[in-house]
Structure formats: structure tokens, C-alpha cells
């Protein structure tokens, strides 16, 4: 895993607020990779991923797929990822660098991703 990611990062999950944080997040992806949590709090295959995530030491970028309807549209106009819940999608350089949804998503396959995207 990239140093940036565990140097930086204080953990945890870090809520996606407006439509502008889409651009951060995109622009933030230039300096280090970004994971990009789509969660619904009501589905157990959601709680499932996020206790995967959980097991990552850097920052996750959450979204909460029941609540922010339009962040997730913008999310995949911006990306070109089909939405889906629960999804996670790493960003690096500006674009989508690995995406998983659903069983896909464990902690090994995020850090892996990572790995790639900070050496890319």
C-alpha cells in the first residue's frame, strides 16, 4: 500500500457532503488514491462491505446511497461506473483505477487495488 495512504490517513469513514465533493474527490485522486464507499445503512450486504472496510487503515470517502440520491448520480456520470450499492470505487490520476460491488468488495481486494493505483 502506497506510504501516502498510510502515512496521511487518520482512518475511518469520511462522508461525501455536496455535489463539489465529487470534483474534490477527483482532484484529490491527482496527489493518492481515493476509495469511494457507495453504502446503503439498510442492506446487510452493504454492512457486510463495510466491515471489510473497516479493516483498512486509510481514510474511506462514504456515501450514503439511501439519503444522497444525487450524489450518486453524479458519482457515476463523473466516474462512468454503473451505480450499484454497495460498490466501491478507487480513483486515481483523475479516473476510476479499480470499482467492486457487492461480495467482490473485501478488505484484501481494496488493498490490492491500492496497491496498483499507487504505483501506477
Not at 498510510?6 to 469513514?13: D, L, N
Not at 463539489?20 to 453504502?39: A, M
Not at 460498490?87 to 486515481?92: C, E, G, S
Request: proline residues 3%; aromatic residues 6%.
Amino acid at each position: 500500500m502506497s506510504e501516502f495512504w498510510r502515512a496521511s490517513s487518520r482512518g475511518g469513514f469520511r462522508p461525501l457532503r455536496d455535489g463539489s465533493s465529487v470534483d474534490e474527490l477527483v482532484q484529490e485522486s491527482h496527489q493518492h488514491p481515493v476509495v469511494l464507499f457507495k453504502h446503503d445503512p439498510y442492506c446487510g450486504v452493504s454492512a457486510a462491505a463495510q466491515e471489510e472496510l473497516e479493516a483498512l487503515e486509510g481514510e474511506i470517502v462514504l456515501l450514503d446511497v439511501s439519503r444522497q440520491h444525487e450524489l450518486k448520480r453524479q458519482v457515476a456520470e463523473r466516474t462512468g461506473v454503473r451505480h450499484e450499492s454497495p460498490q466501491v470505487i478507487v480513483l486515481r490520476g483523475g479516473e476510476v483505477a479499480w470499482a467492486a460491488s457487492h461480495f467482490k468488495i473485501t478488505a484484501e481486494a481494496v488493498r490490492k487495488a491500492l496497491e496498483t493505483a499507487a504505483s501506477a
